[in-house]
């Protein structure tokens, strides 16, 4: 142990046993806090936690040290659970009560832990506005004590239940079943606001388009095939440039032989979905008509397109 070490422990000793002899129960230490405020703050801050704790625990005491001196006189790590242990052992406490402060933008950030043996803690945490009284913590009242229940709102005011009237209404007759028109053999065929087959003509467009990208790319080629043909051969690069050559005129016609062969196929389909369709609308158009006819009038059913 260090000789800082050894003071702090004899401190420990020297003012917590006169204490804790009278102890009866419970015995709960409240350290000293420790932090960026000034002294006169930290001790006004640490008797209100006091007075709290008080509050909460008669017998609870003030500790002569922080929880920092503490752990540095029994040799351990802060920020451990074990070492909170071996300080709660070495104070000889059921329970220990630290307190930290911090400056934040506005005013004090008090922290406040309570940490019992068996690893049981309770934190609180609250900002104290700058100008404001450090006397008054009402944020870390709730640690040592359990906060009022709110009260439950008063129930709204059942509403009356409704008399049956007098007199009751009749209820509406049912509704008939209306006769649904049936549905034509063909669906889709010469019904007023039917959209033209717009995917077939989409169809036809980009399977031209493609076979033009075809043939703009075997355009490339052919030109790529010219360069090569007139390139020289003399040295090693231009070898190497003759081989990137080649490769770029196999790429431009494979990929114009891709689309070509793509536009066809997908014009072709395009095109005879367009063709079909077009002449079963031209063909299952019937119509019902009256007529005069040489010896009186009739109604005459005809099959096709319209005149």
């Excluded at 960026?36 to 003030?62: G, N, S, V």
């Excluded at 008090?110 to 609180?124: L, N, P």
């Excluded at 009260?151 to 239940?161: L, N, V």
Aim: aromatic share 4%.
């Amino acid at each position: 142990m260090t000789p800082r070490g050894a003071r702090l422990a004899a401190a420990v000793v020297a003012v917590a046993t006169p204490q804790l002899a009278t102890a009866e129960s419970h015995k709960l230490l409240v350290l000293q806090s420790e932090g960026r405020a000034d002294a006169a703050t930290r001790t006004k801050i640490d008797a209100a936690i006091l007075r709290m704790a008080h509050a909460a625990e008669p017998q609870a005491a003030a500790g002569e040290l922080s929880y920092t001196d503490a752990a540095t006189a029994v040799g351990c790590k802060p920020d451990t659970d074990r070492c909170k242990s071996e300080v709660l052992g070495m104070l000889g406490v059921d329970e220990i009560v630290t307190t930290t402060i911090a400056r934040k933008p506005g005013g004090l950030e008090i922290e406040v832990q309570r940490y019992a043996r068996g690893g049981a803690t309770r934190d609180a945490r609250m900002l104290l506005a700058a100008g404001g009284s450090p006397d008054k913590l009402d944020g870390i009242a709730p640690l040592f004590g359990e906060a009022p229940a709110p009260e439950p709102p008063p129930a709204a005011p059942r509403a009356p239940a409704a008399e049956p009237p007098l007199f009751p209404e009749p209820a509406a007759p049912p509704l008939e079943p209306t006769a649904q028109p049936l549905p034509s053999a063909q669906p889709g065929l010469d019904r007023p606001g039917t959209p033209r087959p717009y995917y077939e003509i989409a169809g036809m467009i980009s399977g031209g388009t493609m076979i033009a990208l075809g043939v703009v790319l075997w355009a490339t080629a052919a030109n790529t095939q010219n360069e090569i043909n007139s390139a020289p051969t003399t040295t090693g690069n231009d070898l190497a440039k003759l081989k990137d050559l080649e490769s770029k005129g196999d790429l431009y016609a494979n990929i114009g032989n891709g689309l070509a062969i793509a536009g066809l196929v997908v014009g072709g389909v395009a095109t005879y979905f367009y063709v079909r369709d077009r002449r079963a609308r031209q063909t299952a158009t019937a119509r019902l008509m009256p007529t005069v006819l040489d010896h009186g009038a009739g109604l005459v059913l005809t099959f096709g397109a319209p005149p």
